[in-house]
């Protein structure tokens, strides 16, 4: 009980920190404070060190390196917003890792098929126009659920078998707003600089705060 008051405080307060109009624009260090705070409740005993923080409501990825934001990238989650159910198209919540790292040495705005390089490369869009394809391109870090019966495990919610990716995308023209089936999308080279930073089993909190 005591647990599950400290966790719902500890939400509230961070909830609404980062929704403050006044606060800082891109957040900072009060939101690292909360969040681990956070984790320390909800994930204990689990490291840390390295995390992947996607605050979907925000549209902004955050790479957070013993406890200190290192990179912060503008991003594209689902346009039917979040969600585990798969056939949903909904991006995922709660707490995963990357599984694979896929695409080193495809050129910029390669284009995947079923995770393998076709050889063809997109033409990037950068109005704010969908095309449709949702084409995958350039990198592609495949996550994996960290929580039973959230996540993992169970067929209909398990973000690996949904094919659950951070990658890049033709339709930059609408990084900073949901447009994506279910995945991460970055600007590309915003894509191969990040694949270069992390590793395998690299912690991903996903939450819409």
């Not at 995963?96 to 079923?114: L, T």
């Not at 659950?164 to 080279?189: F, K, Q, V």
């Not at 894509?191 to 939450?207: R, Y």
Request: net charge positive.
């Amino acid at each position: 009980m005591l647990k599950n008051f400290r966790l719902f405080t500890i939400c509230s307060l961070f909830l609404a920190m980062v929704g403050f109009r006044g606060a800082e624009p891109d957040a900072g260090e009060n939101m690292v404070k909360f969040l681990f705070e956070y984790l320390e409740i909800k994930h204990k005993g689990r490291s840390f060190d390295q995390l992947i923080y996607i605050a979907a409501k925000r549209q902004r990825l955050y790479y957070i390196v013993d406890k200190k934001i290192r990179n912060r990238y503008t991003i594209s989650t689902s346009k039917y917003g979040v969600g585990n159910v798969r056939g949903s198209e909904k991006t995922p919540l709660g707490l995963h890792h990357i599984y694979k790292k896929i695409g080193s040495g495809v050129p910029e705005g390669g284009i995947f098929n079923a995770r393998k390089y076709t050889g063809r490369q997109a033409k990037i869009i950068t109005e704010p126009l969908d095309d449709e394809k949702d084409d995958v391109t350039s990198r592609i870090l495949w996550l994996k659920g960290d929580e039973p019966e959230v996540n993992k495990g169970n067929s209909m919610i398990d973000t690996r078998m949904r094919c659950i990716y951070i990658h890049g995308t033709p339709e930059e023209g609408l990084i900073g707003s949901p447009a994506s089936h279910g995945c991460i999308r970055m600007r590309n080279d915003d894509i191969i600089a990040f694949f270069d930073l992390v590793e395998p089993g690299t912690m991903v909190l996903i939450l819409n705060n």
